[in-house]
């Protein structure tokens, strides 16, 4: 087409024309700005498209990590909340004045010490958008904002059971050596049952709970313990909240 405009420039040129000489030139520069622009438009259409389909995958490996943590928050609430009931009932043994039953309180203490667990959140699909600057591929505003919170609700949580564990292991589990048989409080069932190996068996040595646990001092310990609980289950909530939240602004985005 530009060739075919050449030769009629050069044609009226030979003829004198020169007003129909520059009306073909501004012609000619004119179609050469249009196929500029639609190459453009071209260009940017299968830059939204790409970005569009970006966005999409972004979504649903979102989604798909959000339902795991989701299913996992569920689990571990179980366990934490069982930890929870489990240091009010000795609360109560060691206010009640019925003869202590052994078994029940090794099986709470059981409960107390091994039925607890740290949250593991996956964050693989948010670490990707935010390490690699993508968080702009997201439309929605409010799914940005929510995602950008991430680091800061998992750090709450991360705090809570820091201190849970600070104090469960450094400071009450230490301090059952002379109140407790704590080798009659089994090792978790699935550790055993995947590694094979012997379970240890009962203590020979005999307590009197009802002298080695009724005492103010065992008594703050286990309301401490249930104290520190009440936090981690209040930020489980939370983040409950937040990933019920999240979930809803990622499916309403996804086509």
Do not use: C
């Not at 091994?114 to 702009?136: Q, Y």
């Not at 009440?230 to 939240?245: F, S, W």
């Amino acid at each position: 087409m530009i060739k075919f405009f050449r030769h009629i420039r050069k044609r009226l040129l030979s003829e004198g024309k020169t007003g129909k000489y520059f009306k073909y030139a501004i012609g000619e520069i004119l179609l050469v700005m249009i196929g500029i622009l639609l190459a453009l438009q071209a260009n940017n259409w299968n830059n939204s498209r790409l970005e569009a389909n970006r966005e999409q995958t972004i979504l649903r490996n979102l989604r798909s990590d959000f339902n795991d943590n989701l299913t996992e928050l569920n689990r571990i609430y179980e366990g934490t909340e069982e930890s929870y009931r489990s240091s009010v009932r000795l609360l109560e043994i060691i206010k009640g004045e019925s003869p202590i039953n052994p078994e029940e309180v090794e099986a709470l203490l059981n409960s107390i010490i091994n039925g607890f667990f740290s949250l593991d959140l996956n964050s693989a699909s948010i670490d990707e958008i935010i390490n690699s600057g993508s968080l702009s591929i997201l439309k929605d505003v409010k799914l940005r904002e929510h995602i950008s919170n991430w680091p800061f609700i998992v750090s709450d949580s991360e705090d809570d059971i820091e201190i849970y564990y600070d104090y469960m292991f450094n400071f009450l589990i230490p301090s059952l050596s002379n109140k407790t048989t704590l080798r009659n409080t089994a090792i978790p069932a699935f550790l055993m049952k995947r590694l094979d190996i012997p379970q240890v068996s009962r203590s020979k040595f005999k307590l009197d709970y009802n002298k080695t646990l009724r005492a103010l001092e065992f008594e703050n310990e286990i309301y401490v313990n249930a104290l520190n609980l009440v936090y981690v289950l209040d930020n489980y909530k939370k983040i409950e909240a937040y990933l019920n939240d999240t979930l809803k602004l990622i499916e309403s985005n996804i086509e």
